[in-house]
């Protein structure tokens, strides 16, 4: 029986690649993968996380006007990477949907069994780090 084994990659267009692979460096640990920058001259820019399982393919080009296509883009992490991610939102100067900007006190959301931050990054794609880790998040956010 034919199955996918994951999702390959989510395509964005951006004005600027590398500027964009920046932004995705610093709040997501992205990387750019060397054996595929060369397609940048005239294609996407690949990213990538270390453990090459989830990439993002920046095109050049202007970012819509609405952003369709998908609603969130949601990256999972352990609790340990949630808290660490929570750490950081005061530097990341990360807003809502509606432009509110977040922070250690006001970005983290419970769903009872997950726990999520949702954001967007600089070009208006939507974007949610969550955990299923919901015990020991719990746990650290009580301290």
Do not use: C
């Not at 034919?2 to 997501?28: M, S």
């Not at 054996?35 to 920046?58: D, N």
């Amino acid at each position: 029986m034919f199955r996918v084994l994951q999702i390959d990659h989510v395509e964005l267009t951006v004005p600027d690649q590398y500027e964009a692979a920046e932004w995705y460096r610093q709040v997501f640990g992205l990387e750019i993968i060397p054996e595929f920058e060369f397609w940048a001259k005239a294609g996407p820019l690949m990213l990538t996380t270390p453990e090459a399982g989830t990439k993002l393919a920046l095109f050049k080009g202007p970012p819509p006007q609405t952003v369709t296509g998908f609603e969130t883009l949601a990256f999972r992490v352990d609790a340990d990477g949630f808290m660490q991610f929570v750490g950081r939102i005061d530097d990341l100067n990360l807003s809502n949907h509606r432009g509110v900007a977040l922070t250690s006190d006001n970005a983290v959301i419970d769903h009872t069994l997950s726990w999520s931050i949702y954001f967007r990054d600089p070009w208006g794609y939507p974007y949610e780090i969550t955990t299923y880790e919901y015990d020991a998040v719990k746990q650290q956010l009580e301290r």
